[in-house]
C-alpha cells in the first residue's frame, strides 16, 4: 500500500514562497508522472504541475514562471514564488505508478495580507 504525505503548506502574504513536498511511503513505488493538484473552495480540482520520470514537466498557465515542479526517487515538490491571492487552495500531490494511481492527503496553501 502507498502513501503519500505532503508538507509544507501554510500561510504566507501575497509575493511570498513556499515549498511543498510529497513524500511516498509503504511500497516501494516507480512513479513514471508526480504531479501537484490544487482544489480552491467552491471550484474543481485543477492540474499545477506535473514531471515525468524523464524529466518532462507541464505547468498550469496560471503558474507558469511563478512555480518550479521537481522529483527525485519517491519525492515531489512544487517550489511557489510571487504567490497570489488567487494560488490560495488546498494542494493535493499525485503518483501515476505501476501499481496504481495515488494521492495525498491535501495541504492547505493560503496567501492573504
Known amino acids: 500500500q502507498v502513501q503519500l504525505v505532503e508538507s509544507g503548506g501554510g500561510l504566507v502574504h501575497p509575493g511570498g514562497s513556499l515549498r511543498l513536498s510529497c513524500a511516498a511511503s509503504?511500497?516501494?513505488?516507480?512513479?513514471?508522472?508526480m504531479a501537484w493538484y490544487r482544489q480552491a473552495p467552491g471550484k474543481q480540482r485543477e492540474l499545477v504541475a506535473a514531471?515525468?520520470?524523464?524529466?518532462s514537466t507541464n505547468y498550469a498557465d496560471a503558474v507558469k514562471g511563478r512555480f518550479t515542479i521537481s522529483r527525485d526517487s519517491a519525492k515531489a515538490y512544487l517550489e511557489m514564488n510571487s504567490l497570489e491571492p488567487e494560488d490560495t487552495a488546498v494542494y493535493f500531490c499525485?503518483?501515476?505508478?505501476?501499481?496504481?494511481?495515488?494521492w495525498g492527503q491535501g495541504t492547505q496553501v493560503t496567501v492573504s495580507s
Open positions: 509503504g511500497s516501494s513505488v516507480f512513479a513514471y508522472v
Open positions: 514531471i515525468t520520470r524523464g524529466g
Open positions: 499525485n503518483f501515476q505508478t505501476t501499481t496504481g494511481d495515488y
